[in-house]
């Protein structure tokens, strides 16, 4: 056993509830009996707290692995999150705040927010966009984003929102692969200081985009209307969003969707160079994020919640938008980076906000560790109850420090794991029930059921395997856009009967599960998913390199970083400049998020007699360096040993 499993195994201190916050939790140990004697009827009681145009006929219809939830039943989720809050006081109580990197700020009270929603739904109607057609959405992290897709919502357009720091080729695959009749952009967006020309990126991206119609562009950039630098218009084609929606009448009659129409689609890296389109719908959906939000995060009327996840992953789809604003909460948005102008940015804004509730990433913890505690030591957090994580394993001793530095040892942690393919929170301790073990997801929400199993597929009660799902829950995925047999292929074939989440696992003695990392070719690199084909395809298609394989390898902040291994063409040459070209050209084809840290030329890559990459060599080669860091939890050696037994299974 490696010296970092041990420590991880060995791990243990205890957390229980403080008494105060148990005293008043909105989850209580009942959910858990309640789900357990009736799976169906607990999230059927969910459902129930939204607002529906027609009931349901029944809860459940599963014919594996496709699940229908809420069969028959008729809703608009973008009445969910606003016109139902309308009527009571929560018509005046602040839904977005926002700040711009540049430190402009804005608040939109459910009232504001509505009449944005409405006039932006009426402004899509204007171009002709109909229910069902899909809209991509790639802008910052401002306001308009959240209200580009409730505005898509509401007229039942399925919306398709593209992370603003993926390329234009990147923008390009997802806009065609769906082919989507609109693209909303922005001129630009702040980060660290820069403006980022989305719209130049965008107009890059729909030369070859041949469905889109009609773009509307947010002005982001005060006075910068017509400004050819960032935002050249296009006649007939582009539009600004703020003169449509002055057009635009407020008010805009929802659509009753059926609870199975697509809500969304959100593209993420599988183990082939393609993204998946994974594909959402409304009803279950929902009622997963909403009662996730209000459960986990302890979520209620006077609480301030910030979850710094980016509109462009799912985080922000289900805790940014639609859990936290079906919940009729107030959500704190921040455009920028933690660390601009200072490292003490996000305290400033909890400080100057009141923040009660904070949803992070793993990364940014350790990347706050490394800048020291005077950070938030400076100012007051006091108004902080709550701590959440997700995106990545947390090794304990950034778990400690959260508690401890940010909680200042009085918050709950919740560290809540799930996928852009769950929709939702799936295994996560609830606060004020649930004792907490640092680096320990803990167990199951209620009403959901994993199992670990072997390599062979077998059910183990506790020990190391593979992370599976064995009854359906309302925010699964429904399939991939497009390609139902991709779906059936990568979830349910590799353990049948049996959705497998791609992650390795560790169940212990009391049955708390310990998430490993991912055993397929999929890396998880500051909390985001990049597919290993993916980044090597890019390389590929450089004109010097002839073949690629990337590895992860251990990174103090990041928990991976990309390490790559090319061979190069005839009479290509190895130089320095040839190393930042071929990261150079990775940005571009998917975006800096996919950049390599480092490469290494080779004359050759080892490969199995039947010519498969020998990746776990490579592995030990690019971790070579990383040797006795103990910082990180994914232990290399046990995921990569899970991985082998994953992969040999499979022949
Ligand atoms: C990883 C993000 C450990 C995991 C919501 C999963 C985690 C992948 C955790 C999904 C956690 C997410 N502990 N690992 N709390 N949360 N992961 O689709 O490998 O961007 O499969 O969804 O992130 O990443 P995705």
Request: proline share 5%.
């Amino acid at each position: 056993m490696t010296d970092q499993l041990a420590t991880l195994l060995s791990e243990q201190r205890r957390f229980p509830p403080p008494v105060g916050f148990a005293a008043r939790a909105l989850a209580t140990e009942k959910l858990y009996r309640k789900a357990q004697a009736d799976r169906l009827g607990f999230w059927e009681d969910e459902a129930k707290t939204l607002d529906w145009m027609a009931p349901w006929s029944r809860v459940l219809e599963w014919t594996s692995p496709h699940a229908k939830w809420f069969v028959g039943g008729k809703l608009n989720v973008s009445v969910n999150c606003l016109d139902r809050h309308l009527s009571g006081p929560r018509r005046n109580k602040a839904a977005l705040i926002w700040e711009g990197e540049p430190g402009d700020r804005r608040t939109l009270t459910y009232w504001d927010l509505a009449r944005e929603v409405n006039r932006a739904a009426n402004a899509l109607r204007t171009l002709g966009v109909k229910r069902g057609d899909r809209v991509a959405i790639y802008l910052p992290m401002i306001p308009e984003a959240a209200i580009a897709m409730l505005a898509c919502a509401r007229i039942g357009a399925v919306h398709s929102v593209v992370f603003g720091g993926f390329s234009a080729e990147s923008l390009r695959d997802r806009i065609n692969d769906a082919q989507a009749v609109a693209l909303i952009t922005a001129d630009g967006g702040y980060r660290r200081g820069q403006v980022v020309p989305l719209k130049r990126f965008a107009d890059e991206a729909l030369v070859e985009c041949p469905s889109v119609r009609h773009v509307m562009v947010v002005r982001r950039r005060p006075g910068a209307d017509g400004d050819e630098a960032f935002a050249e218009m296009k006649e007939g084609r582009d539009h600004w969003w703020h003169r449509l929606l002055a057009a635009a009448g407020p008010e805009a009659l929802p659509e009753a969707m059926d609870s199975e129409d697509l809500l969304f689609i959100l593209y993420t890296s599988g183990t082939t160079g393609k993204p998946k389109g994974i594909v959402h719908t409304t009803g279950g959906y929902l009622t997963q994020a909403a009662a996730t939000t209000k459960y986990v995060f302890d979520l209620r009327d006077e609480d301030v919640f910030w979850c710094t996840a980016d509109i462009g992953w799912v985080t922000g789809h289900s805790y940014v938008v639609y859990g936290p604003l079906a919940n009729g909460a107030t959500v704190l948005m921040y455009e920028g980076a933690p660390d601009w102008p200072e490292r003490d940015r996000f305290w400033t804004l909890v400080e100057r906000y009141g923040v009660t509730v904070f949803y992070t990433a793993p990364t940014a913890i350790r990347a706050f560790m490394k800048w020291g505690t005077e950070h938030p030591a400076r100012h007051n957090l006091s108004t902080l109850r709550l701590l959440g994580s997700v995106g990545e394993p947390i090794n304990p001793e950034a778990w400690i420090w959260y508690h401890e530095q940010i909680g200042k040892g009085r918050c709950p942690i919740v560290d809540t794991w799930w996928q852009t393919e769950t929709g939702g929170i799936m295994i996560t301790p609830l606060p004020g029930v649930v004792t907490t073990k640092p680096g320990s997801a803990t167990i199951p929400f209620p009403g959901v059921s994993a199992e670990l199993v072997d390599a062979k597929g077998q059910r183990i009660e506790k020990g190391g395997g593979f992370l599976t799902l064995t009854e359906p829950w309302p925010g699964m995925l429904r399939t991939i856009y497009g390609d139902d047999e991709r779906y059936r292929q990568t979830y349910w074939s590799r353990f049948p009967g049996r959705y497998f989440a791609g992650d390795g696992a560790k169940v212990d003695e009391d049955g708390y599960w310990w998430i490993l990392g991912r055993v397929d070719d999929v890396l998880n690199v500051a909390g985001h998913r990049i597919g290993t084909m993916e980044v090597e395809s890019a390389l590929v298609d450089h004109p010097s390199v002839a073949e690629a394989a990337v590895v992860g390898k251990t990174h103090e902040l990041k928990g991976q970083a990309l390490a790559a291994f090319v061979t190069l063409k005839e009479g290509a040459k190895v130089t320095a400049a040839l190393k930042d070209d071929l990261k150079e050209h990775v940005t571009k084809k998917i975006g800096a998020i996919a950049r390599p840290d480092d490469i290494y030329f080779a004359a050759d890559l080892p490969k199995t007699r039947s010519g498969k990459i020998m990746r776990r060599l490579l592995k030990d080669i690019a971790e070579g360096r990383a040797l006795g860091d103990t910082t990180t939890l994914a232990d290399p050696n046990v995921v990569a040993k899970l991985k082998d037994q994953y992969e040999s299974e499979e022949g």
